[in-house]
Each structure stands twice: as structure tokens, then as C-alpha cells.
């Protein structure tokens, strides 16, 4: 799905960001990369895409927008703006990125723009969407690179979500076990009531907040028994 | 409450790099920043940072990590990897942004490592949490700005929307004492000394992992105090 998103920079102005934004790309899977009317494909962009030349490589070269428009397969145009509209201007009701993840269309295409005065106006009016990141009010302008690497974070994250990094977690029945027997070691301690009925809450919480894995549960329970035996 | 977190720079090498990390902590509404052992603060660093120079001149240097937690007031002290580890692998189990933004206590460090190494194992093993963001498994590592971006966005997005109770959180230095207690009771118990460091690391994940309360460091001290006793 994430193959199927085309990143398009309008009118870079300097190589190194093109070779950041690559990086970002493939740091979330993403590969289409097309540049409107760039500047120099320098060394600098494939110093600073590291190991995602190959996006530069396998980039597009379009002379305008328009352009790029008639050629390429594109269903929903995303527009990105840092500045934020209220509600009050109807050209400019912006989503999230969030919003966009939950949303996401085959053969969606998202802008950004210029470094120095991001997408235009009329640009921005050619859009489905105009996409802005939630940011401190004090200094909402960020660095095209780091808001193109959170827009991706974004979506990355709602398509991993069927298919979460797999931690096998201790059971609920792993877990119950492991209580009592920090209870049964508890108990034996030489000190009052009330002190091992506050121990064994607090292992209680810790085990709860925790989110043991099998693994741990394993060795946590060698320890206790261990402490039992010596006790 | 995003004003109360530190982000700490581990020996940059990049003036730049500086001046991107400044931008994006300002973007998001952070503050204060602490630069371990840096290179020099060119004229680089300012101009990256934009509107976010002020983050820089109000900076703190520290020569070593060590010196820093002597001297800070720190409770939480969250390291960034990019290499992911699986559940086998103990010592490096690691939360996502999203669950540090459901989870971020007062006096929260996070650490950004070198542009070229990032933090070292010993530096990992000093922190209390390992943050990981979700990437493509093909080419994991960004870019440490970007990465930093995609953090305090996640943070100043669960902020916007919640407003948390304060608990009282033991500190960097309670924690620390607390498992040496707990390292000198595995100590002493009857088993081989694998299992022994295995144990040590689970302890120090589960303590790292579940935001200790003062109030539960105090019943957990007195509970190894009293085991050690007893063996």
C-alpha cells in the first residue's frame, strides 16, 4: 500500500533535502519519489539519502505540476501546508495526519513544497486535501524533511497495525503464578502484616504495568524460587 | 508539561545537526536542551535552528553523561535506537513514541545518540527505557533530526489531549539504588551466573518499564532489604 503513495517535492532548492527526503521515504517503505522543476541533482542529495539512493535514482522529473498531472495515475492529491487555517477560511480547512492515515487512497500523491515558501496558493487550490501537522503555535513552520518523516511515520504506523512487531507476552495464567509466588516468598520474610501486604501489591502493579514477555516471566520466576530455597 | 523535558544530544558531530534538533523541539513546544561532549557550535547550528536559536543559547553542555545525571534533576531517562530487538534479546526490549507519550512522567530525558553510532550499548544499559519507532525493516535507521520530529510529535499530539495527573515519580537515583538492593540479593542466591545477570536485566527492565511511584521504590527497598536479611 505504502509503494502505491507518490512523493512529490515541488521546486526543491537544495540537493541535500532531496536526498533527506528519499532517506525519510525509505525509512517508511515508501518509493515513488517525483520532483517538480528541481535544482541540481548534486552529490549532496546522495550523501544525505545514505542507503536510499536508489529513490533518487529511480525518481521522476516533472517541468510543472500540470505536467506531472496529465502523465501520472494519481486518485487523491495531498497538499502540505504548515500554516494553519481556522474553519473560517473554506479554501484552507486542513486534516491531520491521522486523518489521512485512516483515509488513505490507491494512487494518492502528496505535495511538498518549496523550502523557503512551501506550496503556493494556487497549488494548494489544486489539492483534495490540504494536510497539516499538529505543532506548537509559537513556531509552526517546520523543516519539509522532518514534516514529511512524521506524515510517513503516520501512515506507516495505521498500515503496521495489522501486523504489530510480535512480542510474546506473558499470560494472564504466567502472570498469576508469578504472584504467588512472590507471595509464598513474601510471606516467609521476618517483618509486619501490613509491610507484606503493601510488597505484594506493589509487585502486583509492576507486573501489571510492566507487560512481562514469556521470557521474562521465566526468569523472574527462577529468581523468586531461588530466593525461596535460600531463604 | 512538554516544557519539562530535556532532550539531551549525545556528542554531536554536526553543527547542523544541532540546529535541526533545536527547530524541531521548538516546532513541537519543547525547551530545554542539554548537548553531551558536542562539537563545535558553528554558525551551522544557528542557521538550521531558524526561529529555535534561542533553544541553542540557552543550552547546557556536560562533558559526559555521567556528569549530567549527577547534576540534573532527572526521573525518566529514555535512550532512542533504531535497531529493533526482539523479545529474546533482554537487554534491548524497546516501547514505541506512542507508548512514552501514554506514559511520559515529570523530569523525562530523552537521549539522541551520535549521527554516526547513535548511543552506545553502555549508554542504553544507563536508561530506564529503550524508544524505538515503528520503520521499514529494509532501512531502519534515520536521520537522528527526523527521528527526533517524529518523537516530539507523537508527545506534543498526546499532550494536546490530555491534561495528566501528576504522580510522584521516584527518580533516576532512587531507581539506581533500588537495583543495586535487588543486585546484591541475586547476589547472594545458589545459581549459576548467567541466570544471575539475566535476572538483574529483567529486574532493571521491569523497574525501567513500570514508572515507579516514591511511594512503591520505598515498599520495594524495604521488601529487598528484608530478603537479604533473611537469605
Redesign the interface.
Known amino acids: 500500500m505504502l509503494e502505491n503513495i507518490t512523493v512529490v517535492f515541488v521546486e526543491p532548492k537544495t540537493a541535500g533535502n532531496i536526498g ?1 527526503m528519499a ?2 521515504m ?4 515508501l518509493k515513488k519519489l517525483i520532483l517538480i522543476n528541481p535544482c541540481k541533482l548534486s552529490k549532496e542529495a546522495y550523501y ?1 539519502a ?3 539512493k536508489d529513490i533518487i535514482k529511480n525518481s521522476k522529473v516533472y517541468e510543472s505540476l500540470n505536467k506531472m498531472l496529465e502523465k501520472e495515475n494519481i486518485n487523491l492529491l495531498v497538499g502540505t501546508s504548515g500554516v494553519v487555517a481556522g474553519d473560517r477560511n473554506i479554501e484552507r480547512i486542513s486534516v491531520t495526519p491521522e486523518y489521512l492515515a485512516e483515509n488513505i487512497q490507491k494512487n494518492t500523491a502528496i505535495l511538498f513544497g518549496r523550502e523557503d515558501h512551501g506550496l503556493y496558493s494556487h497549488e494548494l487550490r489544486m489539492c483534495d486535501l490540504i494536510l497539516t ?4 503555535k ?6 519539509v ?3 514529511a ?2 506524515i510517513f ?1 503516520e501512515l ?2 495505521k498500515m ?1 497495525d495489522t501486523c504489530e ?1 510480535e ?2 507476552i506473558a499470560s494472564y495464567k504466567e502472570k498469576e503464578l508469578l504472584k504467588k509466588e512472590i507471595n509464598e ?2 510471606s ?4 509486619p502484616i501490613h ?1 507484606k501486604r ?2 505484594i ?2 509487585f502486583k ?3 501489571g ?8 516471566f521465566h ?2 520466576m ?2 523468586f524460587r ?2 525461596k ?3
Chains 1, 2 share one sequence.
Open positions: 533527506f532517506r525519510a525509505k525509512n517508511f517503505g544525505h545514505v542507503h536510499a501537522i499538529p505543532t506548537s509559537e513556531y509552526p513552520i517546520m523543516n524533511s522532518h514534516a518523516a512524521v511515520y506507516f504506523k503496521e512487531i512480542k510474546e516468598v513474601v516467609k520474610l521476618d517483618m509491610k503493601n510488597a501489591k506493589v502493579n509492576i507486573i504495568r510492566s507487560f512481562l514477555t514469556k521470557k521474562e526468569v523472574l527462577g529468581i531461588s530466593i530455597r535460600n531463604i
